[in-house]
Nanobody
Framework: QVQLVESGGGLVQPGDSLRLSCAAF????????VGWFRQVPGKEREGVSC????????FYGDSVKGRFAISRDIAKNTVYLQMNSLKPEDTAIYYC???????????????????WGQGTQVTVSS
């Protein structure tokens, strides 16, 4: 009933671009801050980006600043992550979450609502 569904991942070469989608079903996604996170085996989950529901302001992790852009389409109940200039170190499973929070050090973390999708695999390799 209440679900987030990620899509758009795939296998690409370094320097390529991908656009990930996070579609919400059963609840209005525009009422929540929405974040993108990624995780690889043996490493901690990393906050990638966060967009505020109130004014659409955006935040990014240091490793993706200048390369990734988060956006939303309220009519489609969907949040996107445009990923440019992809690097091998971007390889991970990417998840979207409602909510996200940003601390004083600009670290992106899940919020209290903490609703996740199943994830989409991004692999960057030559």
């Amino acid at each position: 009933q209440v679900q987030l569904v990620e899509s758009g991942g795939g296998l690409v070469q370094p320097g390529d671009s991908l656009r990930l989608s996070c579609a919400a079903f059963g609840f209005p996604l525009d009422e929540y801050d929405v974040g993108w996170f990624r995780q690889v085996p043996g490493k901690e989950r990393e906050g990638v980006s966060c967009i505020r529901s109130t004014d659409g302001s955006t935040f990014y992790g240091d490793s993706v600043k200048g390369r990734f852009a988060i956006s939303r389409d309220i009519a489609k109940n969907t949040v996107y992550l445009q990923m440019n200039s992809l690097k091998p170190e971007d390889t991970a499973i990417y998840y979207c979450s409602a909510d996200c929070v940003v601390n004083s050090d600009d670290d992106i973390m899940p919020g209290a609502f903490d609703t996740w999708g199943q994830g989409t695999q991004v692999t960057v390799s030559s």
